[in-house]
């Protein structure tokens, strides 16, 4: 393998500099690149998910390597299923600084957005070539026999419909966020089945400097629920101005702010310790999903009658006047809900057109979140991702179990709480 290094025109050596070479200045460096992507249609809060399993596995990855700096390569947000207000164009190649705070993700690890590495990475032929693209997949036959097992093995691409093809330059294009001057030298098949680290013998870092994994949402958690994914989630900061515009609504409608309720939190993640005192603000805060989880989760979404019935039952056994509603309902049965909760203050988060132009559908859902995280008490969606990542954030924030583990219950007389992912400390 060392040889081919030296032969390869990717990697030339100090050594070895021609008129090839000296264009290239950054091939003499070590650093690698890990590049991922997901499944089209999911969502942003289980994307965020998959930036956790690649964030603890490269971490894990840089512990062990002593060579190679390993930088992780953040794929722009776009063309979700849900982002679907028209008002904004297409809402395609938003960088993570839109919805994270990049120095808080860069205390756990290196990472950069896609714009950067397109700028650090020489071009040929004006194409930012990714040296090689694993293309996962399912093990079908798996699923179906049901005896799982860890699996790593080289697939014909052939058999698989790959969104990838070779262009005149002989290098794959594809998707690549709306790209078209990104490519790939190589494409590679493999049926997957296992957590991160079985990725490892994947990257062959002698051989290249790019790697990219496409259907990153496959490989499972090496470490779910570890200190070392909590640290990964609690750099997971969002946007300091989401932040600010959440705390401008807390303080003006929901009496709430962060010194009463005991939710301050330090500037570097990293200082932050253990605590269970957090309070709230005076208010019961309700993540309602609606729209495609009424036809794929019918049974634990509730008619808009017994939600606001579970919602006064909540309000009355907490003494609370104040509920914050977040949700991606329509305006008419928002009403409807709004009516039959007319004894109470009901609130929910509309934004001016400056915020929504800059932060986009996906920056909105964070603020509903943020504000749902500082409430007295929340009640969430059953199984819904984006009601996980608000429960999370109350686990960061400190607040007692008991007031973020609860969910909205379907219709029949059965309903489960769910799971209570607690935090752990480092
Ligand atoms: N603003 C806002 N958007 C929501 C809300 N609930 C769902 N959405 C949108 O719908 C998407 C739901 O997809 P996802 O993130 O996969 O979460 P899940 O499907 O509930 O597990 C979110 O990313 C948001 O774009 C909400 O309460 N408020
Ligand atoms: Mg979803």
């Not at 991922?36 to 062990?64: H, S």
Request: contains cysteine; proline residues 3%.
């Amino acid at each position: 393998i060392i040889k081919s290094i030296a032969n390869d025109i990717l990697y030339c050596q100090k050594e070895k500099i021609n008129e090839k070479c000296t264009s290239r200045q950054s091939y003499l460096s070590n650093k690698r690149y890990f590049l991922y992507d997901v499944n089209p249609p999911e969502g942003f809060n289980l994307r965020r998910d998959v930036y956790i399993r690649v964030a603890t596995f490269l971490k894990q990855l840089i512990k062990d390597d002593k060579i190679f700096q390993w930088n992780v390569v953040l794929p722009p947000w776009g063309n979700l299923y849900h982002w679907q207000s028209v008002d904004l164009g297409s809402q395609q190649q938003i960088p993570w600084q839109t919805f994270f705070d990049m120095e808080s993700l860069k205390k756990y690890l290196p990472v950069i957005e896609l714009f950067e590495f397109i700028k650090e990475i020489p071009s040929e032929n004006e194409e930012t070539i990714i040296d090689v693209l694993y293309f996962l997949k399912n093990d079908e036959e798996m699923f179906r026999i049901g005896n799982f097992e860890d699996k790593n093995i080289f697939s014909d691409c052939l058999n698989t419909t790959i969104p990838y093809k070779k262009n005149s330059y002989k290098q794959y294009t594809g998707s690549f966020w709306g790209y078209t001057n990104v490519t790939a030298r190589e494409v590679k098949c493999i049926t997957f089945h296992g957590t991160t680290i079985n990725l490892k013998k994947n990257l062959q870092p002698l051989l290249y400097r790019s790697i990219m994994f496409d259907h990153m949402e496959i490989p499972l958690h090496y470490n779910y629920g570890s200190v070392d994914y909590w640290n990964a989630r609690r750099s997971m900061r969002y946007n300091t101005e989401l932040h600010q515009i959440s705390n401008d609504f807390r303080l003006k409608y929901l009496n709430s702010n962060d010194m009463d309720d005991r939710t301050i939190k330090l500037k570097d993640w990293r200082l932050d310790k253990k605590k269970r005192n957090a309070i709230g603000g005076p208010y019961l805060s309700i993540h309602l999903r609606r729209q495609d989880f009424l036809i794929g989760h019918a049974a634990s979404s509730p008619t808009i009658e017994y939600a606001a019935f579970q919602i006064k039952a909540f309000l009355k056994l907490l003494d609370l006047k104040i509920v914050y509603i977040a949700t991606d309902t329509n305006n008419q049965e928002y009403i409807d809900l709004k009516e039959k909760l007319k004894d109470y203050s009901v609130f929910r988060y509309i934004p001016t057109q400056f915020v929504k132009n800059k932060f986009k559908d996906g920056g909105i859902a964070i603020i509903d979140q943020i504000i749902c995280s500082h409430a007295r008490y929340f009640v969430g969606t059953h199984e819904s991702t984006f009601s996980f990542r608000i429960q999370e954030d109350r686990e960061i924030l400190g607040f007692p179990t008991n007031t973020t583990f609860n969910v909205l219950c379907g219709n029949e007389i059965k309903c489960s709480i769910g799971n209570k992912w607690e935090i752990i400390w480092g």
